[in-house]
């Protein structure tokens, strides 16, 4: 920015005025001089001086011309008259021409020779002191003048800071005097700074506060700032003048400002008085901190211009700050107020001279030292005063804490508490005497010489307790211990650490509660409580208890009704054959039922007691589930209902589980949905996703009420609920169910049906087999079940149990004499002698005479049980199949028998299948009774009839004669519509009954038919279908013609 925007110029005239020189020692020549910016800093003195640019220099008409921040060169120009008048008597005189502005970047003053050459004069940052025309801080050249003579000067100014140019022309004797007055001045106010800087680190050095280090620091960078602007002292400053130059003025006025804003942060103490001022405070340390660094991207004249800016912000924000503070009451900040008006006036005058807001004069360029000289002072005597303050808060604080103390010694003395004063080591350094009492000491005395063992009784764990200590500060907990003399004592006690004013732990101090009488006050209430609560659970047991039975009657008696009612009309008299069999169903049929139940009571007592356990093998997925859908098939149809499963992804074909367990959750929930449908259907969605089963069964029924939702999966007394199915005896299957799907990681949940009826959600958890397949639906053999649905329509009694020849002896033990009979009856349908033990003491006898085939050992037996017999025999070197008999299924029971040798666990009621097929598996089969048949086509064939007597055919076998033609009928269907699976599966059941009725030439012929259908050979298979259709019909006939006979 040009200079003479700021300043009053007008354009030199052709001839200098020049000035004229008489006794004065002081002669200011700025409003006599001429000035010519240089813009391109590269006009020489020949240039300058000649006529081409005499007209380019124009007269400065300002007393101090303050030219600002530039970087353009400026030449001066004036001329001296020293005229030969009074009082000038002296040929010649010796002036000192001055620029009061200190450490000029380039000051070189050319005077005119006579041969019109100029003798050149540098007085600036070049030349050392020592090399200057005169040793001083400003430019000062030395100038004689002669009588009558004019002398023409031309003075080059070059800086890159601020330029102020106060031109004057002093006397030998002005120039001295004038000299002395300054150093003077300087010299006080630099000497003041660096005793107030000596002073304060001192002081920091003694109390250690922080607030005088940044008090020092700041007072060194005004300090500094101050020496390098005003220039006086950088003569003795050194090798620091040297590094730390004037073109660091803007890292050093941000430093001062740094450090000035942790003073005052520390001097008022926002951080803990005044949180909002603080904060501000800590904006105004980060703008401060960017700035340091952003000075290294910006040039100088910017850099002044933002300093200026923030330095203004932050010195008013500073007085704001001290302003609140003092009218918060704080007596530091009254002081800091005045010092900073100061400081802040001082720096802001200066600031807006140096950016020619404000003219430059001896007041504006000495604002800034004066204003941080007064700061100084007066923020000395504050501190000074903090101090005072300090010492005075100190003398209180003793008088106060010995005040404190006598009165701590009184109630230490007298307190009810126990007190005492531990060292880390264990050692007690002091007590009190409740301390005494309440450890069964008789002295205080006493309890410091066994100290280590009232510490040991105190800090019961206490490494553990000793490190809450340290880590918490505290520590409490509650002890008993035993006193002298007998009895013990309960004692709350509570500790913690105490602390040197340099945080360091010097001992432990704690005092203890006698809380014995209130230990056994509760204790007492604790005991009547937990009586009261013993009586509530007894008396609620029993009422369970009574619940429970009272259910359980109910349960047990609806089926046990029928069977006795039943039972006795069989004894009454004769009934036709179609009566009879239904009644004998229905004991059956209840009788199974009556079964479920009791093996559901047995459940809930192992699930209760926690003695129940599931398997983990292999489960056939499609079977199992084939096996549910064809069991209701049958009592849906039965009932009028549909009933359906379905896939809703696929399923592995085997997972890892308990096979009985998983069908008796689905059979019990579904038996749930089929009794309480009276229409409609009943539909099976079974999922699998993430190791996890998923079956939802919904039905159409009466659902269940709101009121009866909450206790569906309870065991309550179903006489007394409202609901349905409460009324109908549904309070077993679904508690069972739900806790066996629990055990397996799953559940049983219930919801309403959208519209109707329920649904009921099923859950397990469950892993899929290793090399398992995938499956997406059952079996097809629907056709199939209708058949046999449409057979089961005229009775609902299960297919006959084949009944196999067998040869041996087997030894029954069983101390009941009905199941004897029963099981004894069974077994000699094989042909298989039975030997009966009462016990297991006469089981023993019998093996020890006598080497049976094969041992049936009940294992609840009187004299001896069943394990004990088994582990006798076995000692005895009894080394055939051993089977225990046994109503509890449990893994601990099947464990326990296997564990003593046997060959394992057969149910109680008799499974016929089971048995039979054990005893298969270890006797021989009898030669066969059926004598050899006519393999010709046309000769007479061997019937039914005539191998088993009327008289003496199984039920079922008449059925399946009966049924010959409807069989026929629905295999001709299924050829017709080639579904060769399902007749696959129709040839399959067709053999096994024709094996039972000893048909051999149907049970070959349909053996044939279901190898060509398994291998997929049309050309066989339609070779043995017309044979086994003929075979059929054969029998048929066969049979009306010999029940004619008979």
């Not at 004065?24 to 000649?50: A, C, F, W």
């Not at 950088?234 to 000035?260: N, R, T």
């Not at 990681?745 to 009921?760: A, L, M, P, Q, T």
């Not at 044939?1008 to 017309?1026: F, G, K, Q, T, Y």
Request: proline share 3%; with cysteine.
């Amino acid at each position: 920015m040009c200079w003479f925007v700021f300043l009053g110029l007008s354009s030199s005239s052709l001839a200098d005025a020049p000035v004229r020189l008489f006794t004065k020692d002081r002669l200011p020549l700025n409003l006599h001089m001429y000035v010519l910016e240089d813009k391109t800093n590269g006009l020489s003195i020949d240039q300058v001086s000649s006529s081409a640019y005499d007209e380019l220099f124009v007269k400065n008409e300002v007393a101090l011309p303050n030219l600002g921040i530039t970087t353009h060169t400026f030449w001066i120009r004036a001329t001296l008259l020293y005229p030969a008048t009074y009082p000038n008597v002296q040929p010649h005189k010796r002036w000192y021409l001055e620029v009061e502005k200190s450490l000029l970047n380039v000051a070189e003053l050319y005077v005119p020779e006579l041969d019109g050459a100029f003798q050149v004069s540098s007085s600036d940052l070049r030349i050392q002191w020592e090399q200057r025309p005169v040793s001083h801080i400003y430019s000062v050249f030395p100038i004689i003048t002669y009588l009558d003579e004019e002398l023409t000067f031309y003075l080059k100014i070059e800086n890159k800071t601020s330029l102020r140019i106060p031109l004057v022309l002093w006397s030998q004797e002005g120039f001295a005097a004038k000299v002395a007055i300054e150093e003077f001045i300087y010299g006080t106010f630099f000497g003041g700074m660096l005793i107030m800087m000596i002073y304060n680190l001192f002081v920091y050095s003694s109390v250690k506060d922080v607030g005088y280090l940044y008090y020092v620091m700041y007072l060194s960078g005004v300090t500094y700032f101050e020496m390098l602007e005003v220039g006086h002292g950088s003569i003795h400053a050194g090798e620091i003048f040297q590094v730390v130059g004037k073109e660091f003025i803007p890292f050093i006025v941000l430093f001062s400002l740094f450090s000035g804003i942790l003073f005052a942060r520390t001097f008022l103490e926002t951080h803990r008085l005044y949180k909002k001022i603080d904060t501000i405070f800590l904006l105004l340390l980060g703008a401060v901190s960017v700035s340091l660094f952003s000075n290294f991207l910006i040039n100088f004249k910017d850099s002044v211009v933002w300093i200026t800016t923030i330095s203004s912000v932050v010195l008013c924000y500073m007085l704001i700050a001290s302003a609140y503070a003092w009218s918060k009451g704080s007596v530091n900040a009254k002081f800091f107020f005045f010092a900073w008006n100061f400081n802040c006036f001082g720096f802001i005058i200066y600031s807006l001279m140096v950016n020619q807001i404000l003219p430059s004069n001896t007041f504006t360029i000495m604002s800034a030292p004066l204003g941080v000289f007064f700061e100084a002072v007066i923020l000395s005597f504050a501190l000074a005063n903090r101090i005072k303050m300090a010492q005075k808060s100190a003398l209180d604080s003793d008088d106060e804490a010995m005040s404190n103390l006598s009165k701590y010694r009184s109630v230490f003395e007298n307190s009810q508490e126990g007190m005492y004063q531990m060292t880390l080591q264990g050692v007690i350094k002091n007590a009190n005497p409740s301390m005494a009492s309440i450890m069964g000491m008789k002295s205080v005395g006493e309890v410091v010489e066994n100290g280590n063992s009232v510490a040991a009784k105190l800090f019961d764990d206490g490494e553990k307790q000793l490190r809450i200590l340290l880590d918490k500060g505290e520590m409490i907990n509650e002890l008993k211990f035993s006193v002298r003399g007998g009895g013990s004592r309960w004692l709350h006690h509570r500790a913690h650490l105490s602390y040197t004013s340099e945080n360091d732990v010097i001992s432990i101090k704690g005092a203890v509660i006698d809380m014995t009488e209130i230990k056994e006050k509760e204790y007492a209430i604790k005991k009547g409580f937990r009586e009261r609560v013993d009586r509530n659970i007894a008396t609620a047991a029993a009422s369970e208890k009574s619940v429970f039975l009272s259910m359980m009657s109910h349960e047990i008696r609806t089926p046990l009704a029928a069977i006795i009612g039943y039972s006795e009309s069989l004894q009454e008299g004769v009934f036709d054959k179609s009566l009879k069999k239904e009644y004998i169903d229905t004991v059956m049929g209840n009788s199974q039922n009556l079964l479920k139940i009791i093996n559901n009571i047995l459940d809930i007592s192992k699930l209760e007691s926690g003695r129940f356990a599931v398997e983990n093998i292999d489960v056939d997925t499609g079977g199992l589930l084939l096996n549910i859908d064809c069991e209701f098939q049958k009592k849906s149809i039965q009932r009028g209902l549909h009933f359906n499963v379905e896939f809703a992804s696929r399923l592995p074909s085997k997972i890892e589980g308990d096979p009985t367990r998983i069908r008796q959750i689905i059979t019990n929930v579904c038996d749930n949905a089929v009794n309480f449908t009276t229409q409609g259907k009943v539909n099976v969605h079974v999922s699998w996703l993430n190791d996890s089963m998923s079956i939802v069964v919904v039905d159409t029924g009466v659902g269940v009420s709101d009121f009866a939702v909450r206790d569906l999966f309870e065991l309550r007394n179903n006489e007394d609920g409202l609901d349905e199915r409460c009324i109908k005896g549904a309070g077993l299957g679904l508690p069972v169910s739900r806790y066996l799907a629990r055990i397996m990681g799953g559940d049983v949940e219930y919801k309403k049906g959208k519209r109707e009826g329920s649904e009921f959600s099923i859950s397990f958890r469950a892993k899929k087999s290793d090399g398992a397949d995938w499956i997406d639906r059952l079996p097809d053999i629907n056709e199939i079940t209708s058949t046999v649905d449409k057979y089961n329509q005229k009775s609902t009694s299960k297919p006959t149990v084949p009944v196999p020849s067998l040869e041996g002896v087997v030894l029954l033990a069983e101390d009941n004499v009905v199941n004897q009979k029963l099981i004894k009856k069974l077994i000699e349908k094989t042909g298989v002698t039975v030997l009966l033990a009462n016990d297991g003491i006469e089981a023993c006898e019998c093996c020890d005479k006598r080497l049976p085939d094969v041992v049936l050992m009940d294992i609840n037996m009187p004299n001896r049980n069943g394990l004990e017999a088994t582990a006798y025999i076995r000692a005895q070197g009894y080394a055939r199949p051993i089977f225990a008999l046994t109503a509890e299924l449990g893994q601990k029971e099947v464990e326990d028998a296997i564990s003593v040798g046997c060959q394992g666990v057969l149910s109680k009621p008799i499974n016929k299948k089971e048995i039979y097929s054990m005893l298969e598996n270890h006797l021989l089969a009898s030669p066969p009774a059926i004598v050899s048949l006519n393999d010709e086509r046309g000769g007479d064939k061997t019937s039914v009839s005539e191998i088993h007597p009327p008289e003496k055919l199984n039920p079922e076998v008449n059925r399946f004669t009966d049924e010959l033609p409807q069989i026929e009928v629905f295999m001709r269907d299924l050829i017709e519509a080639k579904k060769w699976g399902r007749l696959r599966e129709l040839s399959d059941q067709i053999v096994e009954v024709a094996d039972q009725c000893s048909l051999l030439d149907l049970t070959t012929y349909c053996r044939c038919l279901s190898e060509a259908l398994i291998s997929d050979n049309e050309e066989d298979v339609n070779r043995w279908l017309p044979i086994v259709e003929t075979e059929l019909n054969l029998v048929a006939a066969s049979e009306k013609t010999n029940h004619k006979k008979a």
